[in-house]
């Protein structure tokens, strides 16, 4: 079964420090991944979105940057966490069932930065 | 989980009447929609999608209607139930050429409120 898998699910960080947020998925080759950050009470902004290994593209300038050194593999990193960074972040794979198109978003990682 | 959104427009609807959900989007050039559902501190749902050729698509409980001239998409619920109380968001997508490339842009959506 094609199952998406996102890590930590919380995590408070101080000010300056890194991140690294990791998302997996399984059951599928080749996907199109995705992070998206949803600010509290908002809607979801596209971060990062990558079609391969290696390739990443950026939506906005940021203090964040993402890595794919595996076809299943997604990494969200910053070298140093702003207050601003703070927010409910996911990570979304793109997958067709049928007719339908959609994306399956991960569980999510609640990060506050202090 | 989530904290309240006093920025999400709200619909209240008592239990086991009929919601109705707008959203209005704005790529005439968007190949499909979709809506999710987002209950507290949990990632979105897939609830249904429909093409951009379709005006209708019924699921279990959940019709949703497609007025391109207006660039208007709903989303219905029938029968709601507290259950269905979550953040609803609409969704638009294009399809980029020959990579098969997907990428959704969301609205800020509608906070559900179904009281017993």
Known sequence: SQTIHQWPATLVQPVGSPLSLECTVEGTSNPNLYWYRQAAGRGLQLLFYSVGIGQISSEVPQNLSASRPQDRQFILSSKKLLLSDSGFYLCAWFNRQGISYGYTFGSGTRLTVV | ??????HLPTLSVQEGDNSIINCAYSNSASDYFIWYKQESGKGPQFIIDIRSNMDKRQGQRVTVLLNKTVKHLSLQIAATQPGDSAVYF???????GN????KLVFGTGTRLLVSP
């Open chain 2, 1 to 6: 989980g989530e904290s309240v959104g006093l």
């Open chain 2, 90 to 96: 609409c969704a638009e997508g294009r399809i980029l």
């Open chain 2, 99 to 102: 990579t098969g490339f997907q």
